[in-house]
């Protein structure tokens, strides 16, 4: 797969590259982040390289992992992935720094990996799934375009070992 760098206004999707585990560390470590996207594997630095090596290979063609980062000085914003890409569908998850939710990074940057996969990866449809109890992310699916389609109850383990009920988003290439 060619280098991927998506520039959308006010953020810059870009490959991983080893030199971020200083950022990510700490991003990883946040509440949100370690409740709603739980790394635990991720402790140290070295720990820390090892997850952006995982996320930095794109050889395999079962996922698209990106940094979100500001394009003025480059610094970490969050996270965007494309996932369990088969058979012209995939999910999407996401994450963003503390200092930057609230300005629209998560649903930009979700809107334009969304956006590149149907276009360089012929997906036909992406799903995006969160947990019912973080509104936040039913926020950033409706702002991407994506369609409340119903609820998984009980559906995944999160960060705090409990299971949540999802809510389950999807985006079509075909809508509008």
């Known amino acids: 797969m060619e280098t991927i760098k998506i520039a959308v206004p006010g953020l810059v999707l870009r490959p991983w590259r080893t030199e971020d585990a200083a950022e990510v560390l700490p991003a990883l470590r946040e509440p949100a982040i370690?409740?709603?996207n739980p790394a635990?594997?991720?402790v140290d630095l070295a720990s820390a390289e090892t997850w952006l090596a995982r996320r930095a290979d794109l050889s395999g063609g079962e996922h698209v992992s990106l940094a979100v980062t500001d394009p003025a000085g480059g610094e970490l914003l969050g996270?965007?992935?494309?996932?369990?890409?088969?058979?012209?569908g995939?999910?999407?998850?996401?994450?963003?720094?503390?200092?930057?939710?609230?300005?629209?990074?998560?649903?930009?940057?979700?809107?334009?990996?969304?956006?590149?996969?149907f276009g360089q990866l012929g997906l036909h449809r992406?799903?995006?799934?969160?947990?019912?109890?973080?509104p936040g992310s039913c926020r950033v699916a409706e702002r991407a375009g994506y369609r409340l389609e119903g609820t998984l109850r009980d559906s995944h383990r999160y960060g705090d070992g409990r299971?949540?009920?999802?809510?389950?988003?999807?985006r079509l290439t075909t809508d509008t």
Do not use: F, K
């Not at 996270?79 to 012209?88: A, N």
């Not at 299971?163 to 999807?170: A, F, L, M, P, T």
């Open 34 to 36: 370690a409740l709603w």
């Open 79 to 88: 996270s965007v992935s494309l996932h369990s890409i088969h058979d012209g």
């Open 126 to 134: 992406v799903e995006l799934c969160h947990a019912v109890a973080n």
């Open 163 to 170: 299971r949540y009920d999802e809510h389950v988003h999807g």
């Open 40 to 42: 635990p594997t991720v």
């Open 90 to 117: 995939a999910s999407i998850g996401y994450w963003t720094v503390g200092p930057a939710r609230g300005r629209g990074v998560a649903s930009r940057a979700v809107a334009a990996l969304t956006g590149w996969g």
